[in-house]
């Protein structure tokens, strides 16, 4: 299969680029490195089957081109981070609207598969215990910066809808939960690699709000197993599927685990929110995912815990470690601990 993964050279992209070329598939991405990194997919670039495009998702003859040459297209190219949300508003709406209209519509045009990745902030104040994919989505007020993040992947979410019922498109949408691993940078507000860079500095973790708000984070492996796993699909299409873990623990608790694992002797310090973020941020409500849709259709499961994740960060941001944007060897003590090999 050829598969183009726009943004495929971010977070989840280049774990979903690795996935898919060592199943022996070709891998066309298309990515502007705006928050991505060439050193996350330097080491696919030898390989024939692999090849990194340095564009817009904006760029419609270019999508033109590339969904024409392919046979499924998984869309993850997005502004990133509540940093960078609550700076520009307005570039967060438009380039996702525009980007996602002009792939969309070539996927259509071309009769190709397309996976959208969505996200679970559509939930916003959603009171729910448990959100499912038919649960309400309650945003906030359009006039605060925050909600344009969840305001735009709520109308790609229109538009794959649309696209489907109206074009023909084999769309399908998934709104991945907290998801966290290495490659995964804190300069946009992730708080998972924020605690464990400032706990391998010897730094207080600096919990925003009371620390009392609770996740459940997922393993960007059992994630990109999901994505995949749905695009084989033929029933997924038409559908929206949460990828999540319903095990939640409160922010306090998770820097606490951070920590632990780094065996830091840092503490932690609570921030306001006020003093955290600029005008505009407000809190989500907890969101924990059903994820029956997913595991009923494909029989996925989370087959890596929390712990695995902030030992990957934790082997990921050690200095020295990183070569070609993989982690180096590391042996587990039987403490369960990380030590460089």
Known sequence: MRYLVTGGAGFIGSHLADELTSRGHDVLIVDDLSTGRRENVEHLLGF???RLVEASVS???????????VDV????ASVVGVQR???????????QIRGTDIVMAAAARHRKRLLFASTSEVYGKGADSILGEDSDLVL????KGRWSYAIGKCFGEALAHGYHEQQGLEAIVVRPFNTVGSRQTGAYGMVLPRFVHQALEGKNLTVFGNGRQKRGFTHVLDVVEAIRLLCDEDRAV??????????????????QRVIERTMSSSGMTLVPYQDAYSA???????RMPNISALCDLTGWQTTRTLDDAIDDLVRYLTPGNAVSGEPRRTALYPSGLVRAA
């Not at 906030?140 to 006039?143: E, F, M, Q, V």
């Open 140 to 143: 906030g007020s359009p006039a």
């Open 48 to 50: 024939e089957r692999v």
């Open 73 to 76: 297209c998984v869309h993850l």
């Open 85 to 95: 949300v609550l700076r520009n508003p307005l570039e967060t709406l438009t380039s």
């Open 238 to 255: 038409g559908g929206v599927y949460n990828i999540g873990n319903p095990f939640m623990v409160t922010i306090a608790d998770l820097a």
């Open 59 to 69: 760029d419609a003859d270019l999508m033109d081109d590339c969904l024409r040459a």
């Open 280 to 286: 505009g941020f407000e809190e989500l409500g907890d």
